[in-house]
Each structure stands twice: as structure tokens, then as C-alpha cells.
């Protein structure tokens, strides 16, 4: 069964929220946070602000990926968790 559009985004909060609280994080939590987010972009009623948010979020879980160090990179991005979350919250 698919995700609906608020489910996505709950799932997406509660990975960053995590990244945040833990300062770390898996492989396989920023390939969940691509497909979610590949998911939403193609949504129509995402407001464009919430598609910027995901474009840079979708970034990070890229370079995470690709990181020597996935914690490391949790703990470089630990001043955007919030605003990415309330930057969702405010538009979605």
C-alpha cells in the first residue's frame, strides 16, 4: 500500500528528526529519504516552497550516500535539520 501525501510527509520529518536527535545516521535512511522525497516532487499540489526544501534535502541525502562518514555528515548538516522540518511544517 502505498503513501499518502501526509504519511511522506511524516516519514521525511521523522528521519530528519532523528538524524538531529541521534547525530547519526544510515545508508538505507537517506536512500528512504530520496524515495520519498523522488515521490513528492512529482506531487502538483506541493506548494514550490516545500519543492525547494526537498531539492536541498534531497541533496544532502545524496552526499550522505556517497559519505565516507555518514555520521560525520549528519553532524555537519545539524543547523539545517530544524529549519528544513519547520520550512515543511509552515508550507505543507
Known amino acids: 500500500m502505498p503513501l499518502n501525501y501526509h504519511?511522506?510527509?511524516?516519514?521525511?520529518?521523522?528521519?530528519?528528526?532523528?538524524h538531529q536527535i541521534d547525530c547519526c545516521g544510515s545508508v538505507a535512511e537517506y536512500e528512504q529519504l530520496e524515495r520519498v522525497i523522488k515521490s513528492l516532487m512529482v506531487n502538483s499540489e506541493i506548494d514550490q516552497n516545500v519543492k525547494n526544501v526537498l531539492q536541498d534535502i534531497y541533496t544532502y541525502s545524496q552526499a550522505g550516500i556517497n559519505s565516507s562518514n555518514v555520521n560525520e555528515h549528519v553532524q555537519s548538516h545539524q543547523g539545517q535539520f530544524?529549519?528544513?522540518i519547520d520550512s515543511i511544517d509552515q508550507y505543507s
Open 7 to 18: 504519511d511522506q510527509i511524516h516519514l521525511l520529518k521523522d528521519i530528519l528528526a532523528d
Open 82 to 84: 530544524t529549519n528544513w
